[in-house]
């Protein structure tokens, strides 16, 4: 949970900018003699293809075309590095050239010129939504751990512009995007099969790790996990009643359920106010560029890789718990 | 965030179980000349008393008496790990003869054997909320560092039972004590005074870090940060008007503010059913014992103390963003 | 290998000073079940007592009674953190009043200093030979978990004061001690019975873990792997042809040998000249207090313990190694 | 120092193997504000290339031509990852079609196999010392944050096939060569500059840094810090007046010197007998494909860039130190 590095045995640290030459990521320890191949990290990817969601996308269109550079041999992990690299190929510098000193708001531009005293102005640089693949790519690895395992992570919209019933949501994200605004969403996130056991008492609790990968995605502002916020209105007699998928923050063998809270994507057509910070003045901001107004529709493959990511490297750890392997998962 | 490790920096290992000997910590990177004495931990410890929050605390009174044992010199920190210890006075391990093979329900006795082969089942051994004791003693000396940044941190409870005028809240709190219930509550917590430039993209995010270390607390079910969940219904051009303390995962200089979900208290007074594990059988169950029925009334240090945490670790990260001394926060 | 933690998932921090309350460690990442008792500690910090190398050791003798504080129930490990503490009960603060403000030769007292600009001057403070006992109360625990693979460690003195046979070169370290000077020496290691399969390429190698753990320990100066400094004037065709514990920084299951070079004991009787800090001026120095003169003869307990700690952390990585567990050691 | 990852603040992760694609490296933690180009990383690559040392050094020429990927921004970093990959081009697999099952002498082959049950055994794989390109690109990136405080880096070759005049030394390694033998050698390196107070103890101390650093890189059996193993042979009364370029683990300010032992190299033209796993018998070996018969001749920039890895991290890790910035190196 250090910068760009995510997991203490499954390890994955990621890179790219959004204009830079290319994003990817490094996963370092990947067991030795999982079948996997090029075609299992690009069915990922077109998951969080512009317009899979339906509403509100970006209309920057890439192929998004990943290569393994290591780790494999023969159609199996070797148990090392697992190199993996997306070129861009569709992006438009120019779009940006405007916000070169312009905090958007909303946006993390003030933010992360304040930390590093620079910042790749072009698309967001690395606070861009693009980063996002290198997630995607890593979590398609770790998704074939844990579906090994039998396990099965479903993330789906469950609310969108505050509207639950989603075919209704979704024409009123249609709406806003049409009159220059943006719409923020709930995804909602199921997992099945995941044995008893998982999760490191006490700063690695299952669910911690879970609220930190999904805080760690762009424009996420909450979480929950099972009834979550309703649960603090509830009485314990009530409460205890509730199958529960994580207890003490290990697993319990039930389904874990969570949902996670999206800000409606901060670049929007319409006209705005910005501080230019080299003129130290509110100026009158355009946001041109392709942007999505919608983030949750393009944010499911997201979710579901990072909650991958979690699993898996838990699964991993959970083979040390114990001094005798037979209780070794 | 592994098991019992917070932190990269400002590092810190707790130990301890509820019935066992003692608890602590040791704290790895305090930078050294900070001024300490024992009595900064007392004074937060004594905020975790029972009978701070005024309803529904554990009867269990204990003197919770710290004692530094290295890493300090003359009053000030040396730069070596700071070890705090606090000893179990007052622990009754009789109370829990009848619940070595029991699984309380809404408890965590099924996942840790799960998850070990083998449980510490007195007063919920390390899964008890005593545990978070060793996190206001590591928290004291985190809060010294944050403060000589001028930063403060102030949690408060901000809705109990379902009630968010506080003192009508309490009253609900006590009634359902009485009648051997159980209540949960919203913990909210603003920090003020944050310098712009905190927190660690695209994985460490400020936010991602305060999830993480929120949800490691035991009986949180979720965290929300600014208009979290009820931003999801919001329009950009909306929501992009409203300060946010924390964008693209970095501090921006405005206030953090956030709502921390507590689950009613597992353990009630009222009879219930419960696995038991030896005999694999429904059995009943009365839990006997000295518990807290409401535990936010507990836990308003412990979020202050996670949060010092987080500050703390990323405060001395930040010093390592930029080559350049001169940005150095 | 940061400051005070060693480790990646059998963890140890060590905490204490020289003359402060007391010392210890705790252990995060012991696997649940592992029959552990405080006697098991006991014997190993009773082989680091002084006299037991026969030579030149420190005539400060405490008692270092260990306590186990946590992690323990019924006998066996919880899966949960070990803490050890051990109390300083002999110290004499006041034999070190003299250096509060000068630089012992060949002592940590500048480097320190410059460090962290604050140090506990009374008997080197942490940087004190006292620390080992941390290594020592650990490496028990890790002790037995690499008996349980089956594999022996041993150490033993192997030269001193440039001397290859034993007896003749205590001889001649008394003779040394006797003049108010000390001795250097080499403490050899040989490791029997580890598994092929055992160390992390490419950073965390087997030979690249015993290196920085031997290395950690103060007074060492140089590590050697079987022939070591000799392999560099042999041939290909010559070296080929001895059997190697360690190939590519992985075991290979022959035994691992290895060589520990120790610098003579810095603190001796003779006058010396030294560096006052405060006045910034050289100034006539003798040393009082109890010291060893011949560092080797106590630190074969501590190589011991370092050995263990570093099989103990890889026994529990290689169940990692692949994604089949029947691979698994 | 786990497995493919090193560093805790400027962290390198490096990836790829002999004849994959590619091979590189991710550095996060690489502070923003540096002045950084494509050609700093070349003129490195070109320092480890064939025919550098003068002797012994294998045929295979490629282009090594470097890509940043990321983390670069208008000649500086960004404070994001940077990426660097370097493709493979003159790879010949099938020079190693007689390997497959083969476990050559004094290589890696058998424990490899052992530990991930699976290898690349084309040029060694991962285990190549093609591997050490990565640590060259990114110690180029370390060297000029090393080079930004002013420290000096300085590694040569000091001895080969036991002979220390180099000239002579060379000569031999030639004739060895010519016989199809291989010959080892030591590499030596001066580091002057350094500030007092880098090295984080007890477990992360600057030679036990240095020593894992070493350790790490193919074919080292050893290492010794200033006289080292002559040392041990030395009284304190003598030794205690040598100045020292670490003390307890942390910089003095003094020159740091240390002498690092390769073994002859094991690939060598004479014919061998060696160990079929597939069949399980000893079969007669002819290695072909091309290979470094003296190891040190390529090794001088990898030590190099080792020794500025260790370094750039602790100057970072120094900052944290103290409360004080001022104090902050």
């Not at 070169?100 to 606070?127: E, L, M, T």
């Not at 007699?237 to 039930?254: M, R, W």
Request: glycine share 12%.
């Amino acid at each position: 949970m250090s910068g760009n590095v995510f997991g203490e045995l499954f390890k994955v640290v990621t890179f790219g900018e959004s204009h830079g030459p290319g994003l990817g990521c490094v996963i370092d320890g990947c067991p030795a003699g999982l079948e996997l191949s090029v075609d299992d990290i690009r069915q990922e990817l077109l998951k969080r293809r512009p317009g899979q969601g339906g509403a509100g996308t970006t209309s920057r269109k890439e192929a998004d075309e990943p290569e393994i550079l290591s780790g494999l041999f023969e159609g199996k992990t070797l148990g090392t590095p697992i190199a993996i690299l997306v070129r861009n190929t569709n992006s438009n510098s120019a779009d940006y050239d405007n916000l070169r000193n312009v905090c958007r708001p909303g946006h993390a531009d003030f933010s992360w010129q304040a930390k590093y005293g620079i910042r790749d102005h072009r698309g967001g640089g690395r606070s861009s939504g693009r980063e996002t693949l290198c997630r995607v790519a890593a979590g398609a690895v770790a998704k074939k751990i844990v579906a090994s395992y039998g396990i099965e992570i479903k993330a789906w919209i469950s609310s969108a512009a505050g509207i639950d019933d989603i075919d209704e949501a979704l024409k009123a994200v249609e709406a806003i995007h049409a009159e220059g605004d943006s719409a923020g969403g709930i995804v909602s996130c199921i997992v099945k099969g995941v044995p008893a056991g998982l999760g490191e008492p006490v700063f690695g609790k299952l669910d911690a790790r879970l609220a930190a990968a999904m805080l760690s995605v762009g424009a996420v502002k909450g979480i929950e996990f099972g009834s979550g916020f309703a649960a603090a209105a509830k009485r314990g007699s009530e409460n205890n009643k509730i199958p529960d998928g994580i207890l003490g923050g290990i697993s319990t063998g039930q389904d874990i359920e969570f949902k996670v809270a999206f800000k409606p994507a901060p670049s929007i057509a319409k006209p705005q106010k910005a501080l230019n910070m080299e003129k130290n003045e509110i100026v009158d901001l355009v946001i041109k560029g392709r942007h999505d107004s919608f983030i949750p529709a393009r944010a499911v493959p997201v979710i579901e890789a990072m909650t991958a990511l979690v699993l898996a490297d838990l699964l991993l750890l959970q083979r040390s718990a114990s001094l005798s392997l037979s209780t070794v998962h």
